[in-house]
């Protein structure tokens, strides 16, 4: 996943909040993290944060950094791209992925532009971007070719002398929001930033909607078009912030509903509910609301610096982070019937080996597993992702069922069927746990309460 923030300041510095605005997106990524302002000129910084924060890696160049508006990305690649360019210098970040890159860097080649910003032997994403929107007569025009063009999602902010130009992706899977406050205007991919920098949300973007955002104002570029609207359901399962909302909904409440669900559906009588930190608590929550236990923490997470621990694609990294964040309190745990609440199992492998082990070790009665979300079955395809199809655990288990790789996999999809009973059940037996069960897909959709054709749950069903 990434995130964009930006700022508009009537003052003459607004580093402060655009600082604070993207220490409130570090959720998002663990690899890079990069602001650029415009004052008096343009100014450029870019981090790895993969072993540091975004926060500690700019704190120490905060005073030098100057100017009136500016904006942000935390993301899989490095951005902002500074351009030079006959709409005078701009700079770029987006938030989202383009499925046919190769195709559309083939075209380009062929119209003799050329990429400098390479890593890992791939194009960087956000300048193909700009090399799509150079092609046309304005910044506007710009954007909407690149939106003909594209297969895939990209939000995008657009950092000029004059103001920031802003635009949700065709399809609204990543939230693209703007707020006010008495200093000016912030846009952002998460409103969790709002509260604290004493910003209101004013304006959620449409899919595909262009505004110009300037101190004075703001000017809408291109009407957006809400009926193509399909955000992303796992932001509110797993991804976002629990102080965030999208499209008026908020996270917490969201996860709170979630878990009451699984606990309405479930016939289990646990002594305690608790979540697998830091996105399975609000989860815990709701089922304990739900079900009248007790929410406890058998296990607690040392710290927040830890980060996602799916995001590093090294699995030694990954372990490493799964195995030191969570610490068992055996005092909780022993003797004790637990109902555990995971947002989703991915890999499955970190819950098995560094979560349920914990528990087991610490010599609890019996774990029975919630899953906020149905079994993902399909990677995501509008997004970075380091997951493969053959990966996720639902996927093992059907090949095992199966004997082979099964191309038809509607029945596992459907929860109503003996296969789906099967590869839970499957599933179970893998993980060591005592019961296992997973959100319906109707109960996700109910929890989060927007119509089921405004959401993307292409993870869970394949379809789009
Ligand atoms: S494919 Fe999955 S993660 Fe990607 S946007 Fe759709 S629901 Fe979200």
Redesign the pocket.
Same mark, same amino acid.
């Given at each position: 996943m990434s995130g964009i923030f930006g700022v508009v300041s009537k003052n003459k510095n607004c580093m402060n909040q655009l600082f604070y605005a993207g220490d409130y997106h570090s959720h998002l990524g663990t690899q890079f993290g990069g602001i650029a302002l415009s004052g008096e000129k343009i100014i450029r910084r870019i981090h790895n944060i993969s072993s540091s924060q975004f926060k500690s890696k700019l704190l120490e160049e905060f005073s030098s950094l100057e100017g009136n508006k500016g904006i942000g990305a935390i993301s899989y690649e490095e951005q902002p791209i500074y351009v030079k360019s006959r709409f005078g210098d701009f700079c770029l970040v987006t938030n989202g992925w383009i499925n046919n890159w190769k195709a559309l860097t083939e075209e380009l080649f062929l119209k003799n532009f050329s990429f400098s910003e390479i890593s890992d032997s791939r194009i960087n994403i956000c300048e193909l971007v700009s090399k799509l929107i150079l092609q046309k007569k304005s910044l506007t025009e710009g954007i909407e070719y690149m939106y003909s063009k594209i297969k895939g *999602?990209i939000s995008l902010l657009i950092l000029t002398k004059k103001g920031i130009y802003a635009s949700r992706d065709k399809y609204g899977?990543?939230p693209l929001i703007i707020g006010k406050s008495r200093e000016g205007f912030a846009v952002v991919s998460e409103t969790a930033a709002f509260p604290n920098l004493d910003f209101k949300v004013v304006k959620e973007l449409l899919p595909e909607e262009i505004v110009f955002i300037q101190q004075s104002g703001l000017r809408q570029k291109k009407k957006g078009n809400e009926n193509n609207l399909?955000i992303?359901?796992?932001?509110w399962v797993y991804?976002g912030f629990p102080a965030s909302c999208y499209q008026g909904k908020n996270v917490e409440k969201v996860r709170e509903n979630c878990g009451k669900l699984l606990a309405r559906a479930d016939q289990v009588k646990p002594d305690l509910a608790a979540g697998v930190p830091d996105s399975g608590t609000a989860h815990a929550v709701g089922y304990a609301l739900g079900k009248g236990v007790p929410f406890r923490r058998p296990l607690v997470k040392y710290t927040p610096g830890y980060g996602r621990s799916y995001l590093p694609s090294a699995q030694s990294v990954r372990n490493l982070v799964a195995k030191m964040k969570l610490i068992p309190i055996k005092e909780i745990i022993k003797g004790q019937k637990i109902v555990l609440c995971e947002d989703s199992i991915v890999r499955g492998t970190q819950l098995k080996n560094y979560t349920l082990t914990k528990l087991w070790g610490s010599k609890a009665k019996e774990v029975h597993v919630r899953v906020a979300c149905p079994p993902l079955l399909?990677?995501?395809?509008?997004?970075y *992702?380091t997951r493969t199809k053959k990966e996720l655990i639902a996927r093992r288990v059907i090949k095992f069922i199966e004997g082979k790789n099964k191309k038809d996999i509607s029945r596992y999809i459907d929860d109503k069927t003996s296969k789906y009973d099967k590869m839970v059940s499957q599933i179970a037996k893998d993980l060591g746990v005592t019961t296992l069960k997973y959100q319906k897909i109707a109960d996700m959709v109910s929890a989060i309460g927007l119509p089921k054709d405004k959401?993307?749950?292409?993870?869970?069903t394949g379809k789009?």
């Open positions: *999602s899977l990543s399909k992303c359901a796992f932001s991804t399909f990677p995501c395809i509008f997004n *992702s959401l993307c749950l292409y993870c869970w789009f």
